[in-house]
């Protein structure tokens, strides 16, 4: 990405967005729990399982982040066969597994006396859901504000969308002991038009035309600048949404909340940490590392939703788990990308990036 400190440089919204996201918490539960009926209203507002909502926020969230891609990038980063190997060895050779190691390690060990046998079962199985389900476009939002290799980020979306059509379904059926579950097609169809395709193409387009007659001066002061003050207002507006929808399970359930969180938490602190460990060991610099880590470590909470809902009904503990997935995951993530940025060190001798 040219000129890309500047690019990057945190103002007044990502310098304090630690604060910022735990006050948008905050105001969506109190939002969720003084107008209870507008959850109701904004549930209704989806297609394939996809709150429309949320996806105006994330375009709004992801597009600022395409402007600033040089596509160049794309094209060479599509060619680089070591980070896209360490990403696909995390979703697909570990995170499942761990994810199905910890759920039922908390679940039905360390919280055994807690949780009646049966609801155990159908939380270990939306956490199980949740860790087949590899990342969301959300993971660029991540990727951009850990500095990482933007270019790298964009291909290893695309590639896992590919690759969930493939192995999600056989690999969620072996790990949960069922089978004929069906791949939520129009679920993946949509969130891929609406968080990749048209973010990307509105984002190609804008940068071409504007580099073209403006020059890049320009086009980094008078359009990059504003962008991104738009791209993190997004992200929190998006929370607010996330917790005024979902929120209310906080309160009803903060036991089994929390109880799924643990192990949520641990099994993305492990994957992180086993991700940083495959990624300096075969040479891979920072800038491909840390989306390498932070995509292992997101889940496409839409595609756990549709399945669990479908498998298990949308009052099953399953779909439970898979919405603790949604509410936790830009805490959780922001944390990874606090931990990216605090471990860089540990790719001091690997300066140069895969691209």
């Avoid at 590899?134 to 850990?146: E, G, K, N, Q, R």
């Avoid at 949960?176 to 387009?205: D, K, M, N, Q």
């Avoid at 498998?311 to 603790?324: D, P």
Wanted: proline content about 4%.
């Amino acid at each position: 990405m040219e000129n890309d400190k500047g690019a990057r440089g945190l103002g007044l919204w990502e310098k304090y967005l630690t604060l910022w996201v735990f006050l948008c918490i905050i105001a969506g539960i109190a939002l969720g729990r003084i107008f209870p009926g507008l959850s109701t209203i904004l549930s209704r507002l989806e297609i394939a399982n996809v709150s429309i909502p949320i996806a105006i926020c994330l375009f709004w969230m992801i597009y600022p982040i395409m402007v600033q891609i040089d596509f160049r990038r794309v094209v060479v980063a599509s060619k680089t066969p070591k980070p896209i190997a360490t990403t696909l060895i995390a979703n697909w050779a570990i995170k499942p597994f761990t994810m199905a190691f910890f759920a039922w390690l908390f679940l039905s060990v360390v919280f055994k006396n807690l949780i009646p046998h049966d609801t155990a079962l159908e939380y270990r199985a939306g956490m199980i859901l949740l860790g087949v389900a590899p990342c969301t476009a959300m993971v660029l939002m991540w990727s951009y504000l850990a500095k990482g290799n933007m270019a790298h980020t964009l291909v290893m979306c695309a590639v896992n969308s590919l690759s969930m059509v493939v192995l999600y379904a056989p690999l969620a059926g072996f790990l949960l002991g069922v089978s004929g579950i069906s791949i939520p097609w129009a679920t993946i169809a949509f969130s891929v038009l609406i968080y990749i395709c048209i973010p990307l193409a509105a984002g190609y387009l804008t940068r071409s035309i504007s580099i073209k007659r403006r020059g890049l001066g320009w086009f980094n002061k008078r359009v990059v600048t504003p962008l991104k003050t738009v791209s993190v207002i997004a992200l929190l507006v998006t929370l607010i949404l996330l917790f005024a929808l979902q929120g209310h399970v906080i309160i009803s359930l903060p036991g089994a909340i929390g109880m799924i969180t643990i192990g949520i938490f641990a099994n993305i602190l492990v994957v992180f940490v086993l991700t940083y460990i495959i990624a300096r060991i075969i040479g891979i610099g920072y800038e491909d590392a840390a989306p390498s880590a932070i995509i292992a470590g997101s889940n496409h909470f839409e595609v756990a939703i549709a399945v669990a809902t479908t498998l298990f009904g949308i009052k099953s503990g399953a779909a439970l788990a898979t919405v603790v997935g949604v509410l936790t995951e830009v805490p959780m993530m922001l944390f990874i990308v606090w931990l990216c940025k605090r471990t860089k060190w540990f790719f001091h001798k690997n300066v140069n990036s895969q691209i």
